[in-house]
């Protein structure tokens, strides 16, 4: 009987770390993966900032739900952060896209990008300023329709 506890508690860490927190986690989700927030910004701008494994995480949540997550180096050179190899990159389109099947978009670019085979998110990994940027295409619309009004001077 001892040892049921011990079992109990294993299949806990174990649960614990294969919770989700990637494109449509909830902020428990985010927080219960990543730890404490850095900073909280949910109240001004949907924000929260993570740094774990070497890597800073800024989600963005919409609804209650993470749609856009950027992840960058937490070393930085001259202000930028260092370049995340493309094995690191590949590893977290799947640990945090929400998605295991990442493909190149069939675009000219000098930056990566890639879509799901759902069609539902896209990431782009900005080559000067070495961050992965993963979101939804609803996110991105919101997105630009934002730009838009702003741009326009509706508000």
Not at 15 to 27: F, M, T, V
Not at 29 to 53: H, M, T, V
Not at 111 to 124: E, Q, Y
Request: charged share 25%.
């Amino acid at each position: 009987m001892r040892f049921v506890p011990l079992i109990f508690l294993g299949s806990l860490a174990l649960w614990g770390s294969s919770l989700p927190a990637e494109i449509g986690a909830s902020q428990d989700q985010c927080i219960a993966r990543y730890g404490k927030p850095e900073r909280d910004a949910l109240k001004e701008s949907g924000l929260l900032y993570f740094r774990k494994d070497g890597i800073c995480t800024i989600v963005h949540f919409y609804k209650g739900k993470c749609d856009v997550l950027s992840l960058f180096s937490d070393k930085t050179e001259s202000g930028v952060p260092e370049d995340l190899s493309a094995d690191r990159i590949k590893s977290l389109l799947e640990s945090e896209g929400a998605s295991p099947d990442w493909r190149p978009a069939g675009c000219y670019s000098i930056n990566g990008v890639w879509n799901t085979a759902d069609g539902k998110s896209f990431a782009i990994y900005d080559t000067m300023r070495h961050k992965l940027a993963i979101m939804t295409h609803e996110a991105y619309v919101r997105e630009k329709a934002d730009v838009a009004k702003t741009r326009s001077g509706v508000n």
